[in-house]
């Protein structure tokens, strides 16, 4: 290891950086985000590892910029552009994103999660001779996307060998999470040390106490403030300015030092300062357009200030933005102008836009439309950030008032589309006293439908929507649907909580507004239409034009629109029973949507797959999908109701950890406004409760759900549950009620889950051979339907009435046959009810063993599961969000804990793998 000075003062930051480096060494993986006032020595600690780990890490290190926050994927670029030779080694889908991101393929936009998994990806191959560590100083200063590429991949590694260390002053949002270091400023000691190296013999005592008192420790203000003191402030007639921060005295210090210098070599910083990128020919060729000349470099190198070598930069990174802040408007214009002119319009068109708006004062249509070129591209790169950027900087400079208004709402959408929904309303602000055309009132008012939607989650939400769709109407018609959609699904998940009348506002409207859709062969259009008749008109209205749409959807390859609604097809299938199309609905959902990296639908799409894997009787393979669930909540930060969670503890009898999901759903569906949420917890509750024989907490939970059965869904699932629960607590009245609504919401459907469910309700409430025909009658369906917990749990109550009666050998048969199967779908509450049936009928069932996966790490059970499922490391990587390195770690440690050889033993290993938590 190269030996380097201690840094004073910094043992136990320096200690830190030094353990993070030895980490990656030894083939494990982290990061660390370093923050603390401008000048207080994040720099000084970055330099010191970096000259340490140089000897045997590879590193990769820069600076970001300011200038630079407006073009996507800049820093990304910067970070790992010449990492690109091994993409060829990355999954097709991410080589093509990051290819994408980096203007090298034209196509549609990446998602930025497989950008982030091919920066994983790169980052692993280039660790794959040895460590490698990734230095980002100024982290503040990165783009978006960029920001959130290298945030995404700092969450995710683990057995890479690969050490991420981001430097920034204060923590931005995308890397809130990820392990802190804040560096503070030096003890007094350690500053009194610093001062005196800095200014030895110069300094009045007075002057030296006020330095070190006002410094606060921060280093670059003890090292640079003395230099700006004149010799009679030196002396001792010296007062420092306690109206200024730090930072500007700081900054103030740096600028004063550099007056000296001729005009010409402070104009020549000021460009290098505008020029982001530190490419010396550009440099060059700049301050030859400004008659700038060697002399000014030198005069700029020999005050401390310019380091020019394979890139120009600065001695710090706040000389750069002391310059930059300092200079006159006119002079900023005039080097950029500079800059614009020598930068390649074929080969960096973007930045060249960016330095032409920073160098135009007045309005430019010229000017304005290469900005808005520029949105498109970076559209194309999957910034949308940046797109809103450059729209809003190309509406300030066009000059006329139409074309400004519609680079105004397109810099909204872009704002919204970027996850900003608040930045778009206040540009949309801006164009109030502007005059709008009719579309263009049209557009506004659906912007701020959805950025108050997605701001506020209240009632108006939907009414707001359904005018914004209403006026798109005669304008757009295709928007117009999207618009009337969203309308839809606002009103829908509201329910309850909403206007009690907004659903079928919604849905009429919508009615009125297609009567032509029912003779389309779009997906859209059919799911548009088949929804609204089913909430306004029920089921029977509905079903004819529902499965069009849903065999739409298979056999036209959806576009973006399409694939982002196509959840709704998949609603569809639960509210007509139909667990056949579900299934393969919601598989065709998740594999396109894994295949694009569209990961804003995938976690939908995830959780119609995870009901149908539950109804197959694949608890497994559902946890695998919550797993996947919670990687994407990971990643994104965005909340998602655990709804997956919630479903499999109810099913598997856990009542600890039902209730504790319950209160968390329930809490945030009541602040979302979401009645949905309140209907899957009554459901999973009645479910628990009926598993576990608690039936009167049962009927408290499925009674809630009587006056919302109109709403389908879960809603009308619980009226099982409650049928059950009220027959077992001798509410025969109640019984009867939920069976009657029951009927109306299964016979219409007519499907085989449908009258299976009848039948099975029905048997509950009648006596005799009549009772054992719809029991028999219930199963044949279930078993032909493919739905083992729904045969299982069918078994269980007919063997619990022929015991009842008296017929224990017959019981047996049946309570035997229930325990099997639900015991093989882990429904242990229920199963633990048909083993306490045979043990009153003189039988005694078998036990299984449990597993010892309980040993496992949450991780190491996300990739064994998946391993279980046949899936490669690499594919296993692709679900969870991490490397197939990271997956093969994981999965070597779970052979050893498991005390298994390979792959094939996991199936059995991970039997019951949460029974313990019942």
């Not at 506020?456 to 929507?465: E, F, I, K, N, V």
Request: net charge neutral; charged share 25%; glycine share 8%.
């Amino acid at each position: 290891m190269t030996e380097t000075v201690p840094l004073r003062g910094r043992h136990r930051e320096s200690a830190e950086l030094d353990a993070l480096v030895d980490r990656a060494r030894a083939g494990r993986s982290g990061a660390l985000v370093v923050s603390g006032e401008a000048g207080v020595g994040k720099t000084a600690l970055l330099d010191h590892m970096a000259a340490r780990a140089a000897i045997d890490v590879r590193v990769e290190r820069i600076v970001a910029s300011e200038s630079e926050m407006e073009l996507a994927y800049a820093g990304l670029h910067q970070l790992c552009g010449h990492m690109l030779s091994s993409a060829g080694r990355l999954p097709a889908p991410q080589r093509e994103a990051i290819e994408a991101a980096f203007g090298l393929r034209q196509g549609s936009a990446p998602s930025p999660f497989l950008v982030g998994l091919a920066l994983l990806g790169l980052l692993t191959e280039a660790a794959g001779q040895r460590a490698l560590l990734c230095v980002v100083d100024d982290a503040q200063w990165l783009d978006e996307a960029s920001a959130r590429a290298v945030a995404f991949a700092a969450r995710r590694l683990d057995a890479e060998g690969v050490a991420i260390v981001l430097a920034m002053r204060t923590v931005g949002e995308a890397f809130t999470g990820l392990r802190q270091l804040v560096v503070e400023g030096l003890s007094h000691d350690d500053a009194r040390e610093l001062l005196r190296l800095a200014a030895p013999g110069r300094l009045d005592r007075r002057v030296r106490d006020q330095l070190i008192a006002e410094a606060r420790g921060n280093p670059l203000a003890l090292r640079e403030l003395p230099r700006a003191l004149s010799p009679a402030e030196i002396a001792g007639g010296f007062a420092l300015t306690r109206s200024l921060p730090l930072e500007s005295r700081i900054e103030q210090s740096l600028v004063a030092q550099l007056q000296p210098l001729p005009a010409s070599a402070r104009l020549l910083m000021l460009l290098a300062a505008a020029d982001p990128t530190g490419d010396p020919g550009l440099l060059w060729r700049a301050s030859t357009v400004l008659g700038l000349g060697p002399q000014d470099v030198d005069a700029a190198t020999d005050a401390d200030a310019l380091v020019v070598g394979t890139r120009v930069g600065f001695r710090h990174p706040l000389v750069r933005s002391a310059v930059y802040r300092a200079a006159s408007p006119e002079d900023r214009r005039r080097v950029h102008a500079a800059l614009a002119e020598v930068t390649s319009a074929e080969h960096d068109p973007d930045r060249r836009a960016w330095h032409r708006a920073s160098a135009t004062l007045r309005p430019d249509e010229e000017v304005a439309a290469d900005l808005e070129r520029s949105a498109l591209r970076a559209r194309t790169r999957g910034g949308a950030a940046a797109a809103g950027a450059f729209l809003e900087r190309a509406a300030e400079l066009t000059p006329e008032p139409f074309r400004r208004t519609q680079r105004l709402i397109a810099a909204a959408e872009a704002k919204h589309d970027a996850g900003a929904p608040a930045a778009a309303l206040r540009l949309l602000d801006t164009a109030r006293d502007l005059p709008l055309t009719a579309l263009q009132e049209a557009l506004v008012a659906r912007l701020r439908a959805r950025a108050g939607y997605a701001l506020r989650r209240d009632s108006s939400g939907a009414a707001l929507l359904l005018a914004a769709a209403q006026g798109l109407e005669g304008f757009d018609p295709m928007l117009a649907r999207d618009t009337y959609i969203e309308a839809l699904a606002a009103a829908i998940y509201g329910g309850r909580l909403g206007d009690a009348e907004q659903v079928a506002a919604v849905a009429n409207a919508i009615l009125e507004a297609t009567p032509g859709a029912e003779a389309s062969d779009r997906a859209r259009d059919l799911i548009l239409r088949g929804q609204a008749l089913l909430a306004a008109r029920g089921q029977e209205a509905a079903i004819a034009v529902l499965r069009r749409a849903q065999r739409a959807f298979l056999e036209q390859a959806p576009d973006s629109l399409e694939l982002h609604w196509m959840w709704f097809a998949s609603r569809a299938a639960q509210d007509l029973w139909d667990t056949r199309m579900l299934r393969v609905l919601a598989d065709r959902q998740v594999e396109l949507a894994r295949a694009d990296g569209v990961v804003t639908v995938l976690p939908i799409a995830l959780s119609l797959l995870m009901l149908a894997q539950t109804v197959d009787g694949d608890l497994d393979a559902a946890e695998a999908s919550c797993d996947e669930i919670d990687a994407i909540k990971d990643v994104t930060g965005h909340p998602l109701p655990q709804y997956g969670r919630l479903f499999l503890a109810a099913y598997r009898g856990q009542a600890g950890e039902t209730e504790r999901w319950a209160e968390e759903i329930r809490a945030d569906a009541y602040a979302r406004g979401e009645g949905y949420g309140l209907s899957a917890v009554n459901f999973a509750e009645a479910i628990l409760y009926n598993g576990l024989g608690r039936f009167a907490d049962a009927v408290a939970s499925g009674r809630r759900e009587l006056p919302y059965t109109h709403e389908l869904s879960h809603a009308m699932r619980t009226l099982l549950e409650l049928v059950e629960a009220a027959v077992r607590t001798g509410e025969r009245a109640l019984a009867e009620q939920a069976f009657e609504r029951l009927v109306g919401v299964t016979r219409p459907a007519g499907t085989g889950y449908a009258l299976g469910v009848l039948a099975m309700a029905e048997a509950q409430l009648r006596e005799g051979d009549e009772a054992e025909g719809l029991y028999r009658d219930a199963i044949k369906r279930f078993e032909h339907e493919r739905i083992p917990i729904m045969v299982g749990r069918c078994r269980l109550l007919y063997g619990e009435t022929l015991g009842r009666a008296g017929r224990h050998a017959e019981a047996r048969e049946q309570l035997r046959a229930a325990h099997e199967a639900l015991s093989g779908c882990g429904l242990n509450g229920f199963a633990e009810r048909a083993a306490r049936g045979l043990s009153a009928s003189g039988e005694t069932p078998r036990v299984r063993v449990h597993g010892s996966s309980a040993r496992l790490t949450e991780q190491e059970l996300n990739v064994a599961r998946l391993a279980r499922e046949g899936l490669t490391n690499r594919d296993i990587g692709a679900r969870l969000f991490i490397s197939a390195r990271t997956a093969e770690y994981h999965l070597r440690k779970v052979f050893t804990k498991l005390g298994i050889r390979g792959r094939a033993e996991l199936k059995t290993a991970l039997a019951e793998l949460d029974s313990e938590a019942r």
